[in-house]
């Protein structure tokens, strides 16, 4: 058994693979990766384990050397010199639902070389933590735990999401929400809101000024274009970004939800809603949520990943119940699996909290 670590991949061949598997998803892909390069700076590591006679490739990851604070610095002053210090001195190692597991045969030991490769490289290439990795939860036909096969010297710790099987038919679906939700639901069509999908970068740049003008009015810094045009540049024409928005009858915007979607996983991301929809009670985000269910069932996609939720909402604030409450009434299963974490330079990782919290305080500050 042997272990090929490169630093660029040819797409169509890796995300090929990647939509191949049981367990493949987006954030394993090239194009994410390509994504990740092109609107942060960040440099991705591809494993490939293959079986040392055979050849036959038995497991993939994709994983992203990047400092935490990398995002905090890039739009700010000086990030031309502070960016490469940060890699320098504070670099992570990370990534989401993987690795992917190809071929069954001798699981175990696939996973025991393929981490002794992501030790050494974590080694050589002076990283602070490995922080943040999280296993595969797309599998529907694997009869473990996800993580149970890692080795016992990461830290984990417990995170979950909701996960909806969009592969029954849509009347199904529609009767395994909650009464709340169909509620909800008929009473945003009955106000004349309706759905649609951004189709070009006009709409995208109205888009952009309305979800800056969304994130202002809670108090919370405004998101970056550039960030929302290269996600677009890069994953929109490969099929794996589609963003949905709520429009009243004035053609005013209410609401907004993003889906990535790969390997038959659709995974939702920056959920936006109007001050106005607010203030008038629209539920134009239990609307969209059920426009990209029905979206993704006709699409044949297979699971609808709700971005996660607190594990014990009765243990959490006010904030994470309400968030836990809402998503659990679109029919989906709970999945708890572990976030893991290994801490390489403990120095360095002491120095490197502290300025996070600095710099999003200076965030803060500034927005």
């Not at 609107?39 to 050397?65: I, N, Q, Y």
């Not at 070389?113 to 290439?125: G, I, K, P, S, W």
């Not at 639901?185 to 070009?200: K, N, V």
């Not at 890069?234 to 794996?240: I, K, Q, R």
């Amino acid at each position: 058994m042997k272990v090929r670590i490169e630093t660029s991949v040819d797409r169509e061949s890796w995300d090929g693979k990647v939509a191949g598997s049981a367990g493949g998803n987006i954030f394993q892909s090239a194009a994410w990766a390509g994504y990740l390069n092109s609107c942060f700076g960040v440099k991705s590591f591809f494993f490939t384990v293959e079986d040392s006679k055979s050849g036959e490739t038995l497991a993939l990851l994709r994983a992203a050397r990047e400092s935490p604070l990398n995002r905090l610095l890039i739009e700010r002053p000086l990030a031309r010199l502070t960016l490469p210090l940060a890699d320098r001195f504070t670099a992570c190692l990370t990534w989401g639902a993987g690795p992917v597991i190809l071929h069954s045969r001798g699981t175990a030991e696939t996973l025991q070389a393929l981490f002794e490769a992501v030790d050494t490289l974590c080694r050589d290439e002076n990283i602070v933590a490995l922080d943040g990795a999280w296993p595969g939860i797309y599998d529907p036909g694997s009869e473990q735990e996800p993580g149970a096969d890692w080795p016992d010297y990461f830290s984990k710790r417990q995170k979950a999401t909701f996960l909806i099987d969009l592969t029954p038919a849509e009347s199904a679906l529609w009767n395994g929400l909650k009464s709340s939700a169909r509620k909800c639901i008929r009473r945003t069509m009955e106000q004349g809101l309706r759905t649609r999908r951004i189709a070009g970068e006009e709409e995208l740049g109205n888009y952009c000024d309305f979800v800056r003008r969304c994130r202002q009015s809670l108090g919370l810094p405004a998101t970056a274009l550039r960030n929302l045009t290269e996600m677009w540049r890069v994953l929109h024409p490969a099929g794996m970004l589609e963003i949905f928005t709520c429009i009243d009858r004035r053609g005013r915007l209410m609401g907004g939800l993003g889906v990535w979607r790969h390997a038959g996983v659709l995974y939702e991301w920056g959920s936006i809603q109007a001050p106005e929809a607010r203030e008038r009670k629209i539920y134009s985000s239990d609307l969209l949520k059920w426009e990209v269910i029905r979206w993704g069932h006709s699409a044949g996609c297979r699971l609808y990943d709700l971005a996660g939720v607190v594990p014990d909402p009765d243990a959490s604030d006010s904030k994470n119940r309400g968030i836990y409450q809402f998503k659990s009434k679109w029919g989906g299963e709970k999945v708890c699996f572990p976030c893991y974490s290994r801490n390489y330079k403990p120095s360095r990782q002491r120095v490197l909290e502290s300025g996070k919290k600095l710099l999003r305080a200076l965030r803060r500050r500034g927005s």
